[in-house]
């Protein structure tokens, strides 16, 4: 794993969309996996302000998101449809139909974690994925205990998890307590990954993936120290004291 330490949340977003902006050019036809929450938001941003000054064009790209709330449609504001239009889709030349995130309403949900891992695969797989971490060592929404070779899946939310977007909806009985995520087999696959990390409360998830803790489906971003192209754009407050040794 490699470690880009910056300045604060501000400079993360910056250096984050630099290097999504440096695949997209190289790769116009890449397949990007996308996050949600808070902190890819800044980074989103910066690639809707390239996108207008310089011209980066997303007509070829496919993207893939890692989950959504099961019980809220697109058009909910709460949802992670509604959000990826609203920070990203919306404002760059993406053809909308290229855009893929898994059903929080699907008939059939065993039927829709198919769907979505055989799309994944349909397309070659995920060219750079874009991650961010809960505070538990979640990724994608994919809790403590989650076994390393899940695929697309229906997950129950922690309740630390459930606090934590909670500040998302208006009241926290509104936060749905099941999630579609894409599954830990899902997300290693990818050919290349990039961890965002921003603030104090990630501080601790931050150490744990970083000190020297062993990978164990206890922690499930441990699993990336298996992977061969992590990448990690952390901020000052998230590194904290911490001796990085990558
Ligand atoms: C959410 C999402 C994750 C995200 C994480 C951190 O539950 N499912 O994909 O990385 O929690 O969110 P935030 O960036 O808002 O701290």
Do not use: W
């Not at 000054?53 to 449609?73: A, P």
């Not at 441990?222 to 990690?232: A, D, E, G, M």
């Amino acid at each position: 794993m490699k470690i880009i330490e910056v300045q604060d949340y501000q400079q993360m977003s910056r250096r984050a969309a630099e290097y999504i902006i440096k695949k997209v050019v190289q790769n116009p036809s890449i397949n990007l996996g996308l996050a949600t929450g808070g902190t890819p938001i800044g980074t989103y941003k910066c690639l809707i302000e390239d996108h207008q000054k310089s011209g980066t064009s997303y007509q070829k790209v496919t993207t893939f998101n890692l989950d959504e709330y099961i019980g809220l449609s697109g058009d909910n504001e709460n949802s992670y449809r509604y959000f990826m239009d609203n920070q990203l889709f919306n404002y760059i030349n993406i053809n909308k139909a290229n855009t893929n995130v898994p059903s929080g309403i699907a008939a059939d949900f065993q039927e829709e974690c198919k769907r979505y891992e055989d799309l994944i695969t349909k397309h070659g797989g995920i060219d750079l994925q874009i991650l961010g971490i809960g505070s538990n060592g979640h990724i994608g929404f994919n809790e403590p205990g989650t076994s390393f070779s899940s695929k697309t899946h229906i997950v129950e939310l922690e309740e630390s998890t459930i606090q934590a977007n909670a500040r998302y909806f208006n009241r926290i009985e509104e936060v749905p307590t099941k999630a579609i995520t894409m599954g830990i087999s899902t997300i290693m696959k990818s050919k290349e990954i990039l961890l965002l990390v921003s603030g104090e409360e990630k501080r601790e998830a931050l150490a744990r993936l970083l000190d020297g803790e062993i990978i164990h489906e206890s922690f499930p971003a441990s699993v990336l120290k298996n992977h061969p192209c992590v990448t990690i754009i952390a901020d000052k407050v998230a590194i904290a004291d911490l001796k990085v040794q990558c």
